[in-house]
Each structure stands twice: as structure tokens, then as C-alpha cells.
């Protein structure tokens, strides 16, 4: 199983990035998706998940309308919309995926794991 994330770069406060996380297999394969983020110095944090079976989506409180979570089956890519950046929001981005239920925003629910891509937000 590989999981590429992408999209990442250096954004001004209050700009956008998209991030996108391509995997292998059929998105339907996968229980759950997320992206979970880690700054320097601070440990992996959840971000957001989507649910295949139901996309049902869930987000931290920290991005929660501001960050938007999204799939294309035809792609095998699952997207994480980022508007309304804040320096705050500088981190290394994960995707991650399982295919079995558990605590969503637990790390250690993922079987696999993507690369991480680089989010700089400047103020």
C-alpha cells in the first residue's frame, strides 16, 4: 500500500493551499482516510478524516470550517482544502488510511502512512 501526498509550499496568512493524497487501490478499499499534521518540536496531530463507507467527515476544532476534506474515487485521491491559513497551521502533512474502524483521530488507527508534504504559512 502506497499513499503519495502533495501540495504543499509556502502561503501567506489568510491564503489557501490543496493538499492530495493519492493511493493505491480503490478508495474503497480503506475504512477511513486522514491527515493528521506535525510542527517542529510538538507531536502528530489529527486534522481530519472521511469515512468511505458513508463520507461522513470530521475535523479537529482548530481547522474545522476552514479546512475541507473531499475524495475522487476515480483518482484514488482524497483532498484537504486549506482555507483561511494561519502561521499556526505550519506543520508537515500526513495522509494516513486503514482498513478497519477505530478512534479516528488516534495516530495509531492508520496502517499506512504517506510521506508528508511541507505546509509553510508566513505571517
Known amino acids: 500500500v502506497q499513499l503519495q501526498a502533495s501540495g504543499g509550499g509556502l502561503v501567506q496568512s489568510g491564503g489557501s493551499l490543496r493538499l492530495s493524497c493519492t493511493l493505491s487501490g480503490s478508495l474503497s478499499d480503506y475504512f477511513v482516510i486522514a491527515w493528521f499534521r506535525q510542527a517542529p518540536g510538538r507531536e502528530r496531530e489529527w486534522v481530519s478524516s472521511?469515512?468511505?463507507?458513508?463520507?461522513?467527515?470530521y475535523y479537529a476544532d482548530s481547522v474545522r470550517d476552514r479546512f475541507t476534506i473531499s475524495r475522487d474515487n476515480a483518482k484514488n485521491t482524497v483532498y484537504l482544502q486549506m482555507n483561511s491559513l494561519k502561521p499556526e497551521d505550519t506543520a508537515v502533512y500526513y495522509c494516513?488510511?486503514?482498513?478497519?474502524?477505530?478512534?479516528?483521530?488516534?495516530?495509531?488507527?492508520?496502517?499506512?502512512w504517506g510521506q508528508g508534504t511541507l505546509v509553510t504559512v508566513s505571517s
Open positions: 494516513a488510511a486503514t482498513y478497519y474502524s477505530g478512534t479516528f483521530y488516534l495516530p495509531a488507527t492508520y496502517d499506512f
Open positions: 472521511i469515512s468511505t463507507g458513508n463520507d461522513n467527515t
